[in-house]
């Protein structure tokens, strides 16, 4: 459905932050992009929904093709109502607006306006706080509150694909479960693609299909859900699950030799 | 007594306007945080407009104005797409020097087109006044009072309910997540200046109506600067009440100290008020709150 190849970002034209980067995302499915901070899921994101322009940055080469057409080049907008939706990172609610007027907000290139009513009542099925709160300032909701309005947001606009910016950034681990499930739910229920990006690896892979893992603007590494899981150098650089505890000597060269692996 | 009423209705009707003006002021200055040095020619292209069409080519008066607002709304989206696009991108402060260059220019043509004498309107409402227990009103005010009041409550409704102002004021929020929901900034920098140029527009018409059109009626557009800043100048209710307290305190003072003091006090007393009031609250009487999350 959505395919990068080798595309390459700069910023204010002189920082290469994507160094030729591909991923492929399949109609219907998560995947997820994993990496540390800094290595470019933000970016790659931007790129694929056009707001990198402004913030000057640009993608220099490679495409960007989604369902057939090439969308690199295109206004932020018009990828809107070509199907994708970027939730973004930090979750940017609008602040003096009300929680329902957000909403509104993010069916803005909706057409069918009759049918948006109902769209309201759908998020609020997926997020039965958000009902309760939806005349309230979204500025005083919680961390997690706000969370869910940003997807909701995204739910508005009806996209046949979301790119997720790490949802779960600063939120208990409760929360984050729940939000989680609920996107597998989205998944599921909606049939939205979903390409999610995240830091925290463990909860990402607990609901996607398939991962890339990228580092230093590049992809280092791919595959399946279960064939990351058991790879040794994602157990222990991103699951947290070293089984090298004990050879604590060996640890540094081990890493060492496993990022050249990588590189 | 009866004249201090009369004053106050004055102030009123003329506040009315002001708030009405400084609604549009208010507008960009949320969506760009630009301040608009060209709102008072803005003024002066409204009023000139419908005073030509009704007096030199006698068009009913209400089809005059109706056409007057089309040529604002149009005008307002001619500069912003061919003045303030090309500075997307650069500090704010380059655009409001724009605004000032604007300003300048529209005032040339301006004079240019309509030299710099009064021009008044034909007699358009009838002059005998209403009686309100103690005090007359002409009725050139009151429809002022009513025409600039409904404006402001369909402004109102419009950034209240409908997906435009929502999607307008989503944009002064975080331009950036109002982008990544398909909001064009753009789109709505235009409809800003559009709207911004035809609260003018009738502001000028109205004013015109009651004391005629001439270069000095731009001047209106350097009073709604305290009354936008008076507000809070991201703030539609604060402009709303700083333009009535501002128009009631221009006619007090100039009913009061002017005849004392040999004149001038009203054109001053709304910025002495406007320092004062800075002092003691520098993001306005009504200035939006940062909302702050611990
Ligand atoms: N607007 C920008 N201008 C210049 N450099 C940027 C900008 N945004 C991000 N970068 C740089 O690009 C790199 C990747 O950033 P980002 O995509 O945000 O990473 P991630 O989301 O994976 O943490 C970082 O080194 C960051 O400093
Ligand atoms: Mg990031």
Redesign the interface.
């Known amino acids: 459905m959505l395919q990068l190849n080798n595309i390459e970002v700069m910023y204010d034209r002189v920082i290469l932050v994507l160094k030729g980067l591909s991923l492929k995302v399949p109609q219907g499915r998560i995947v997820a992009l994993l990496g540390s901070n800094g290595a470019g899921k933000t970016t790659t994101l931007k790129a694929i ?1 056009g ?1 990198l322009t ?3 940055g640009e993608v220099t080469d490679g495409s960007i093709v989604f369902k057939g057409e090439e969308i690199h080049g295109m ?3 018009k ?3 070509k199907g994708i ?4 990172e930090g979750r ?6 009300t929680v329902e ?2 909403l ?6 909706r057409r069918d ?1 009759a049918v948006v009513k109902g769209d309201l009542q759908l998020v609020y099925e997926y997020f039965p706080k958000l009902k309760q709160l939806r005349h309230r ?1 979204a ?2 909701l ?2 997690g509150e706000q969370q869910m309005l940003a997807i909701g ?1 995204g739910l508005m ?1 009806r996209p046949e694909m979301m790119l997720l910016d790490e949802p779960s950034l600063g939120l208990a681990p409760l929360l984050v479960q729940e939000i989680f499930e609920i996107i597998e739910q989205i998944n599921r229920n909606e049939g939205t693609t979903i390409l999610l990006v995240e830091q925290n690896a463990n909860i990402a892979l607990s609901i996607a299909h398939y991962g890339y893992i990228m580092e230093n603007g590049r992809i280092v590494l791919e595959g399946t859900v279960d064939k990351l899981k058991r790879n040794e150098d994602v157990q222990e650089f991103y699951l947290g699950l070293s089984e090298l505890g004990q050879r604590k000597s060996y640890r540094e060269v081990k890493h060492y030799k496993r990022r050249k692996r990588w590189l | 007594m009866t004249f201090f009423l009369q004053l106050v209705v004055t102030g009123l009707v003329v506040g009315a306007v002001y708030a009405m003006v400084a609604l549009g002021f208010v507008l960009i200055y949320k969506s760009s945080d630009v301040i608009n040095f060209a709102q008072g020619e803005l003024l002066l292209v409204g009023a000139y407009t419908c005073w030509t069409l009704v007096a030199v080519y006698h068009v009913p008066f209400l089809l005059a104005m109706a056409v007057s607002i089309c040529v604002s709304l149009f005008l307002g989206i001619a500069i912003e797409r061919m003045v303030l696009r090309s500075f997307i ?1 650069e500090p704010v402060i380059s655009v409001i020097m724009a605004t000032l260059g604007l300003s300048s220019a529209m005032r040339g043509i301006l004079q240019v087109i309509w030299s710099t004498d009064t021009k008044t309107f034909p007699e358009i409402f009838p002059s005998a006044p209403v009686i309100i227990g103690p005090i007359a009103v002409s009725r050139v005010y009151l429809y002022s009072l009513f025409i600039s009041l409904a404006m402001l409550v369909i402004f109102s409704l419009f950034f209240k309910y409908s ?1 435009m102002g ?2 307008m ?2 944009t ?13 900034v753009k ?1 709505i920098f235009a409809a800003t200046w559009a709207i911004a140029a035809v609260v003018a527009g009738i502001g000028g018409i109205l004013l015109g109506n009651i004391n005629g059109v001439n270069p000095s009626l731009s001047h209106i557009g350097l009073t709604v600067l305290p009354v936008a800043i008076l507000g809070g100048l991201d703030s539609i209710p604060g402009a709303i009440l700083g333009g009535l307290f501002i128009g009631v305190l221009e006619s007090l003072s100039g009913g009061y100290l002017d005849p004392l003091l040999g004149g001038g006090v009203k054109e001053v007393a709304p910025f002495v008020v406007l320092v004062l009031i800075l002092m003691i609250r520098p993001y306005g009487l009504f200035g ?1 709150e940062i ?1 702050e ?1 611990v």
């Open positions: 929904s707001l402004a913030e000057d206004e932020a907008d990828i809107v109502r939706f970027q939730v973004m940017r609610v609008f602040e003096h607006l007027e957000n509104l907000a993010g069916a803005f290139t306006r300032t500025g005083y919680s961390g947001r606009a | 991108n997906n929502i999607a004021r989503a002064a929020d975080d331009q950036q997540a109002a982008l990544s929901m398909g909001i064009s789109v939006q909302i999350r």
